[in-house]
């Protein structure tokens, strides 16, 4: 079977007797030629990896590239989650493809033994001729359908069985966001980049598109001499392809595969009843160094759709999906956050002394300014409340005061209560290495002037302190931000390659990136205590009986007309050493103590029975 795309590059022709026999100055210039040509060769077709097609008719050295195998990506424990197979494409060659008016034989039979309509042959052809290189006819053959055109390959000419490699995806749904997929090479790519080929597969989305280059690898070359009609004489040179780096994963696909399953099937089980959850993300990672251990998103796709052979109908349902299975919504889905903000905001008031632990605000069921009533969720309140009950219970009002004041004690105020935020990584790309993450949004004054042509009232602060109004957050910022807190305030740029083997044995390690958040250590105990009494005696004291001692917070966010809520729970445990932090969102869930709750039980249970002892 031939190799990938063969090029025919003229030899020098045999030089007469006659000219051997002059004086030697005259061979040594002949001699001196061809080796010149035949550098300028290799530099061209190798060198420099142009398309190895000929520009020239009666070319006698076949050039065929030799694709370089895809790295492999592994989880943490270093199971493989993306596989390379072995295929086989159909190639049109420019150079054995008989005249267009003689072709009838070409178009009669191939489309039979490849089950395609004759129109795409004569398409393929009229290419091959008119470009002058080989085309694409079909990839990835049916092993059946390669024993079929190699019978009659003596009937076929100009038809080449090309290998190739094809990308698989063995976890299918459950990682396929963070690992995307790599397809065929478009002829867009084809077109920009002088090092792909037409066997090449390419990076689409995910961390297929983010290393691509790495994961890639050089194509190499085949060289042959070739007789007048096509038949190899002899192997020349061959350049080896190498191969591309392999990369080791932060992910525990157990993890992934349990939380995306448990996920899947809340949502599932929801989905048929109205104002239900529709869509949902989950975050796990390490909050003492951002490693990523799980980052699953709800509605889902199958990556192999896009990269295995014969998906056409399936691919095309996935793009078309009102549903968006493509969107990664732990990075790119941004929600109102709900009372997750409450603790970046009980560190912010403790740091700028807004507030101190022993503060007390009387909740009576919320505040009236002018004609404006901003409620409790409590009817009649709380009472007395100091922060660490203002975490446990949730409690608005006192949080209205810590953001917007009262007329004898001033607020933290928009401008510091944003800075805040934006200090623990809200309103900006946290800098994961997948594309197309989200940025968030944190209001401003001057926002809404620009955008809603409005001034800021006192009411906009309000919302703002309990995760309403036009704030905007992604799953993994209320992550990277609950991990701030429970490791005091380090904020860690969450990472999901811990690092990459060359093919020479070279390896190359994660280059961590943090900052801290202006508070003390002691604000970011008060906060913890805070957590940690929401799930002892607060509103996620169900969870209080887990194996490990876990803190959290609960949000409840509505959106649209106000009827409906986001269900949130942000935990981290245990709670003397965090070693993981778990972020839940439930798009339309409900309220998070009532949906995001009970999914948060079943997996820092299943962390306990299958990581904790050790396996961290």
Wanted: proline fraction near 8%; charge should be negative; glycine fraction near 10%.
């Amino acid at each position: 079977m031939a190799g990938m795309s063969d090029t025919i590059i003229e030899m020098p022709r045999a030089v007469p007797a006659t000219v051997r026999q002059r004086p030697g100055f005259l061979v040594l210039l002949l001699a001196s030629s061809a080796t010149i040509l035949l550098l300028r060769t290799f530099y061209l077709q190798v060198v420099r990896g142009g398309q190895f097609h000929v520009q020239a008719e009666g070319n006698r050295v076949a050039v065929t590239p030799l694709q370089a195998p895809r790295g492999i990506m592994y989880d943490r424990f270093e199971h493989p989650v993306t596989e390379n197979v072995a295929s086989t494409n159909v190639l049109l060659d420019p150079g054995g493809l008989p005249a267009a008016d003689e072709s009838s034989l070409l178009l009669d039979r191939l489309p039979e033994l490849l089950g395609i309509a004759p129109e795409e042959v004569q398409a393929a052809a009229a290419e091959a001729r008119r470009e002058q290189r080989d085309v694409l006819l079909l990839r990835a053959l049916p092993h059946d359908d390669v024993l079929a055109v190699e019978a009659e390959q003596h009937n076929l000419p100009g038809v080449k069985l090309s290998s190739a490699i094809v990308r698989k995806y063995p976890f299918g749904y459950s990682l396929a966001h963070v690992l995307g997929y790599a397809s065929a090479v478009t002829a867009k790519e084809l077109a920009a980049a002088e090092n792909l080929y037409l066997a090449d597969i390419t990076g689409k989305s995910g961390l297929e598109l983010t290393y691509d280059k790495s994961l890639r690898g050089k194509t190499g070359a085949a060289y042959m001499e070739i007789t007048a009609d096509n038949n190899p004489t002899r192997p020349i040179e061959t350049v080896p392809p190498l191969p591309g780096a392999d990369f080791f994963l932060t992910l525990d696909a157990e993890l992934q595969q349990f939380a995306f399953n448990l996920l899947a099937e809340h949502v599932s089980a929801q989905a048929p009843n109205p104002g239900t959850s529709r869509a949902g993300a989950i975050v796990a990672l390490d909050p003492r160094s951002g490693a990523v251990r799980a980052l699953a998103s709800y509605p889902s796709f199958d990556p192999n759709t896009f990269s295995l052979p014969g998906q056409r109908d399936g691919a095309a349902a996935v793009l078309t999906d009102p549903q968006q299975p493509l969107l990664d919504r732990a990075i790119s889905g941004t929600y109102p956050p709900g009372s997750t903000i409450k603790p970046l905001l009980a560190v912010g008031g403790l740091a700028a002394g807004v507030i101190t632990p022993e503060t007390v605000v009387f909740s009576s069921g919320g505040i009236t300014v002018g004609p404006w009533h901003f409620p409790d969720w409590k009817a009649g309140g709380h009472g007395r409340t100091d922060v660490v009950k203002a975490l446990a219970d949730s409690v608005n009002t006192f949080f209205y005061r810590l953001a917007g004041g009262t007329e004898d004690q001033p607020g933290l105020g928009v401008d510091r209560l944003g800075d805040y935020l934006r200090a623990f990584g809200w309103g900006a790309a946290t800098g994961i290495d997948l594309p197309s993450e989200s940025a968030g949004l944190i209001p401003t004054p001057a926002w809404k002037e620009r955008e809603r042509g409005e001034p800021w009232f006192i009411g906009d602060t309000y919302h703002l302190a309990i995760g309403q109004g036009d704030v905007l957050a992604t799953p993994l910022q209320v992550a990277v931000s609950t991990a701030a807190v429970a490791n005091g305030g380090i904020v860690h740029q969450p990472y999901l390659v811990e690092r990459q083997l060359l093919p020479d044995g070279e390896e190359i390690l994660h280059q961590p990136h943090s900052r801290q958040v202006p508070a003390r250590p002691e604000d970011f105990a008060v906060v913890r205590t805070g957590m940690r009494a929401a799930v002892t005696e607060g509103s996620a004291r169900s969870l209080a009986a887990l194996p490990i001692p876990i803190a959290g917070k609960t949000g409840t966010a509505q959106f649209g007309s106000g009827e409906q809520t986001h269900a949130w729970f942000t935990s981290f445990g245990p709670t003397d050493d965090p070693e993981l932090v778990i972020t839940i969102l439930l798009d339309a869930g409900g309220a998070g103590d009532e949906a995001a709750v009970p999914l948060t039980n079943e997996l820092w249970r299943w962390w306990a029975e299958n990581r904790a002892a050790g396996g961290s």
